[in-house]
């Protein structure tokens, strides 16, 4: 196994797809974990004297490189803090979005029956309701808070794991290495636990890695629209939207927000694509 | 042969298609004693596996189900039991050995793993390592060479015949009083099916386990089996001891099915078949289910079912199912 496993790896460090990882690794990773130590700036301070401050090489200077917004706060150092906020409400949102989807995938699967067509028609709900709206409804009756954004996360992704898991299980279940459990005397919770969720293991890493890029949409969007976490946290929707009436004359301030997005999304859309190709070749069409 | 250990009486499993609810097991009758090996011969589609997976209680859900009958496991009807009850029967009563090897084991986890896993279902609670000594012990009892290296193998690093004898030390972890064996040779080549053969005779010489074996290849029932029963379109036409019914098949079927197996004496230009296909189990045909291919089919074949009745070996066990035993025309 030892020879196996490492030829694979070798495999994967060939492929191994080098700029996303380091863009990831400048925009997201490095910022969200040191922000305190390497932005130049506090993320809140307004330098009043140096308001709508262009950035670098646009007529601004080192002080402020990205330049400052209408209040005078410095924009890579909101940038920067504002990872912290996108990468925290990925990994959670994605977290327990997987295990609801898991969990409630493989009930229905396994179970076949009356619980499958339900909790598959509830999926078929939430793919059918508009998230968005969801969340203004939401937002409307207990405000934006950082719980109701979790919640919309995992409203909108749980169901393609349980889509996912639900197919694959009505597969492994069909197996003959579960039929051998079952006839030597296995409990259906020990067939899901040790014979179908570890054969499950990578199409689940695979499928949570292509959605870090749609929450991080989703939570920018929310957070554009004023329902995602409240100001005056700098999550990347919401700085965003503050250059929006400014755009035509400080468009550095809706600007390198965006494309700290643009770059995080696509960077993670892409190491996704050659983590699928390399652990799960079946996931092609998803 | 000892006291009876199990006993099918009258088992009739049926599958609830969306076309109709259609019987693949009927009205099948059988028991096998303490030590003793029972062939269940026949056909694809011939119902033996189904017979096997009622007795197991892991009918295909949700369409599978056992209609009527009894399955008696020391007096004790297993029919109706909860799946719970059930899971106590499986492993530790009654063992089952499937047909292929190759996907019979869990990937994703070790051979000492699943044998461990195994042995810990029948005995909760014992410690890791002396659970791991039993598991290098029963593999080593099922003639995995090198088992204290091979215990961390996985299922992909081995043969077919070294996976095959693993999934046998996974049956007989919990010391079952009945194997069932589901054509545990058929994916193995020939050299290690009589080795495999010989390995299921020596564990049932040394615990005296019942077998009930269901293959299609008569070589292995005239090699390992006491008795047999043959199945044709989900009942029983014919059974009795492996030498009564070699000797004299009562049932067209037998005979054919003896037919076709080639032998080293004879010059053949062309291997025996039996003509046109096995029955369709939904078709409501009266009379017997194999007239329509069988070469001594009478009128009364072909309008009533034919009764049980001694054979001609005229042996008391030896019993078949058919109108024209005498062969008349």
């Not at chain 1, 130590?37 to 993320?43: E, G, K, N, R």
């Not at chain 1, 949102?93 to 179970?111: H, P, R, S």
């Not at chain 2, 088992?147 to 049956?171: C, L, N, T, W």
Request: hydrophobic share 50%.
């Amino acid at each position: 196994m030892g020879f196996f496993v490492m030829s694979q790896k070798l495999k994967f460090m060939g492929h191994l797809p080098v700029l996303p990882i380091v863009v990831l690794m400048i925009v997201l990773i490095v910022p969200a974990l040191f922000a305190d130590l390497i932005a130049p700036h506090d993320p809140y301070k307004a330098y009043l004297r140096n308001r709508l401050e262009p950035p670098l090489f646009f007529g601004g200077t080192t002080e402020f490189i990205l330049g400052t917004d209408r209040l005078g706060r410095d924009i890579l150092s909101r940038i920067m803090h504002g990872a912290r906020y996108a990468l925290v409400i990925s990994l959670v949102g994605i977290v327990l979005g997987a295990i609801v989807g898991t969990a409630l995938g493989l009930i229905a699967g396994y179970m076949r029956g009356r619980i499958e067509a339900l909790i598959m028609r509830i999926v078929d709900i939430t793919f059918a309701l508009p998230s968005i709206l969801l969340a203004l409804a939401l937002a409307s009756i207990s405000g934006p808070s950082f719980q109701l954004v979790i919640f919309v996360v995992i409203f909108v992704i749980w169901g393609f794991f349980a889509r996912q898991v639900r197919a694959e299980t009505l597969i492994l279940r069909e197996r003959d290495f579960v039929a051998r459990a079952r006839v030597a005397g296995a409990s259906d919770f020990r067939i899901l636990h040790k014979y179908i969720l570890p054969n499950l293991v990578n199409t689940i890493v695979v499928l949570a890695t292509l959605q870090i890029g749609v929450v991080i949409v989703l939570e920018a969007t929310l957070s554009f629209l004023g329902i995602g976490i409240p100001r005056p946290v700098p999550a990347w929707g919401l700085l965003v939207a503050d250059g929006r009436q400014l755009i035509v004359s400080s468009w550095w301030i809706s600007f390198f927000p965006g494309m700290a997005i643009l770059l995080t999304v696509l960077s993670v859309n892409m190491l996704g694509d050659s983590l699928r190709d390399w652990l799960d070749p079946k996931l092609k069409q998803v | 042969m000892g006291e009876t250990i199990l006993q099918v009486k009258n088992l009739c499993t049926v599958l609830d298609l969306s076309s109709g609810t259609v019987p693949v097991v009927n009205d099948v009758s059988f028991d096998v004693g303490v030590g003793e090996t029972l062939g269940i011969v026949g056909e694809s589609g011939s119902g033996k596996s189904m017979t096997a997976l009622s007795i197991m209680q892991v009918l295909p859900k949700p369409i599978g189900r056992i209609a009527s009958g009894q399955i008696l496991l020391e007096g004790t009807d297993l029919v109706g039991m909860s799946n719970q009850q059930m899971g106590q029967i499986r492993g530790r009563e009654i063992g089952m050995i499937l047909q292929d090897p190759h996907t019979s084991l869990n990937p994703v986890f070790t051979v000492g793993n699943q044998v461990i896993e195994a042995l810990e279902i029948n005995n909760p609670g014992t410690a890791r390592k002396t659970l791991r000594a039993h598991a290098i012990d029963a593999l080593k009892k099922v003639n995995v060479a090198d088992a204290e290296r091979r215990i961390d193998a996985y299922p992909h690093q081995m043969s077919g015949g070294m996976k095959q004898r693993v999934v046998g030390a996974i049956a007989i972890a919990g010391a079952p009083k009945v194997i069932i064996a589901d054509e545990p040779t058929t994916a193995l080549d020939v050299t290690i099916q009589l080795q495999y053969l010989q390995l299921l005779r020596d564990i049932q010489d040394e615990t005296g386990t019942a077998i009930i074996f269901i293959t299609h290849d008569l070589g292995i029932v005239a090699n390992l089996c006491h008795r047999l029963v043959v199945m044709y379109g989900g009942k029983i036409v014919e059974s009795g001891t492996v030498a009564d019914v070699f000797g004299a098949p009562s049932h067209p079927y037998t005979e054919a099915l003896l037919k076709s197996v080639p032998s080293v004496d004879q010059k053949l230009d062309r291997l025996y078949a039996i003509d046109g296909q096995p029955p369709a189990l939904i078709s409501d045909r009266v009379g017997c289910s194999f007239a329509p291919r069988c070469p001594y089919a009478l009128d009364i074949c072909r309008n009533q079912v034919p009764q049980e009745s001694d054979a001609l070996s005229g042996a008391k066990s030896h019993r078949a199912s058919c109108w024209n035993m005498e062969r008349t025309t």
